[in-house]
Structures are given as C-alpha cells and as structure tokens.
T-cell receptor
Framework: GENVEQHPSTLSVQEGDSAVIKCTYS??????FPWYKQELGKGPQLIID?????GEKKDQRIAVTLNKTAKHFSLHITETQPEDSAVYFC????????????FGTGTQLKVEL | SAVISQKPSRDICQRGTSLTIQCQVD?????MFWYRQQPGQSLTLIAT?????????ESGFVIDKFPISRPNLTFSTLTVSNMSPEDSSIYLC??????????FGQGTRLTVV
C-alpha cells in the first residue's frame, strides 16, 4: 500500500519568512496530493491540492510543487503570519484505490513574532 | 465544499461502554469515510462507509469494534464499542466523490476513563 513520509515534524520560522514542508510517496499510481491545515481542536481543512498532470499550483501565499519522477511534493508558504501556525498534513490518493487518502505524519508549524 | 456536522463534538465515556458518533452532510455525497487521529498523531483510515451495504474496513479495524451505518447519501454513524482508554482519540468523518476533494468534519474528541 501507499506510504507517505513528511518532513520536518516541527518547523519554527519568523513572521514574514517562508516555510517549506516536504513529502514523499511510494505508490506510483498516486495521482492526487492534497494538503490540510489543522488548528487545535478542529478538523483538517483543505488548503491546496495538486494533481499528477500539473507540476506546480499557487494560491496567494501558498504553493505546492510536484515531482512525479522523484515521487515527492512540497508545500511552500511565503510571508508567513502568526495565523499560519498549525499542524500541516500532506496526503496522497490513487484512483482506483477506493478514493482513500494516506496521510503523512504531520508538521507542526510555529510562526514567531 | 460540503458542510459536515459531527455530533457529539466531544465526550468523556466510561470504559466498557459504547459511543455512537453521527456525521451529517448538507448534500448527497458518493463516499464517506471514518478516520481516527490518536493524540499528537496523523490520521488513520478506519473504514469506508458504503450506502446500502456493509462498510469496508482497513487492516487493524473490525466491524465488531467499530460498527458503521450509512442509511443514505447524507448520513453515517460510527460506533466505538466496548471502549478502553486506548480508544481515546479524535474521530473524523470525511466526504468526497471520486476524483474530487475530500473534506472533513470538525471531529469528535473522545476520552475514555
């Protein structure tokens, strides 16, 4: 089955700096890669996603890149703000796999003033 | 995106008892999933709730412990049976359709004492 690894487990940045979180996946059949933000006491919120026919996608301060050959994808947050502090999860899904998501282990992002 | 309501949002239960968690969606969805998130951990899929048929369970999860119902395309329940402290987790309902985004409810935070 699919295995998703995520790094780093914790990340601390100064407000205004950029943050990068990286994930690798094992199943070459995976073709959909969402990123979720989870704030304390809340459910995961979808913030951006990318499909395997696209190499990069951007939405304001966040962007995701995908390298299918290397089986890795990354989340980039620019101009970080204190409200970006949360746990971020990457995930992967393969068509035909029952639409099930396999999640990474999560990254605790802390944006310091 | 779909609006997902989970009840209860949290509960404290005695060991040996059972708790049923409800998931209501504001629109018909093809697929509904139940995830478990143990304290400080990532999300693990428990099962896919199938409308009109038995749920499909992931390895390590069994129907006797986590019975699931899905009577229609907008509602599902997950029961955590014969609870022990090890069942203390956040239980999350997720919905989606093939090749579309997956959205999560706010979760049910369960503490077993």
């Amino acid at each position: 089955g699919e295995n998703v690894e995520q790094h780093p487990s914790t990340l601390s940045v100064q407000e205004g700096d950029s943050a990068v979180i990286k994930c690798t996946y094992s199943d070459s059949a995976s073709n959909y890669f969402p990123w979720y933000k989870q704030e304390l006491g809340k459910g995961p919120q979808l913030i951006i996603d990318i499909r395997s026919n696209v190499g990069e996608k951007k939405d304001q301060r966040i962007a995701v890149t995908l390298n299918k050959t290397a089986k890795h994808f990354s989340l980039h947050i620019t101009e970080t703000q204190p409200e970006d502090s949360a746990v971020y999860f990457c995930a992967a899904r393969a068509t035909g796999g029952g639409n099930k998501l396999t999640f990474g282990t999560g990254t605790q992002l802390k944006v310091e003033l | 995106s779909a609006v997902i309501s989970q009840k209860p949002s949290r509960d404290i239960c005695q060991r040996g008892t059972s708790l049923t968690i409800q998931c209501q969606v504001d629109s018909q969805v093809t697929m509904m999933f139940w995830y478990r998130q143990q304290p400080g951990q990532s999300l693990t899929l428990i099962a896919t709730a199938n409308q009109g048929s038995e749920a499909t369970y992931e390895s390590g999860f069994v129907i006797d412990k986590f019975p699931i119902s899905r009577p229609n395309l907008t509602f599902s329940t997950l029961t955590v049976s014969n609870m022990s402290p090890e069942d203390s987790s956040i239980y999350l309902c997720s919905v989606g359709s093939p090749n579309t985004e997956a959205f999560f409810g706010q979760g049910t935070r369960l503490t077993v004492v």
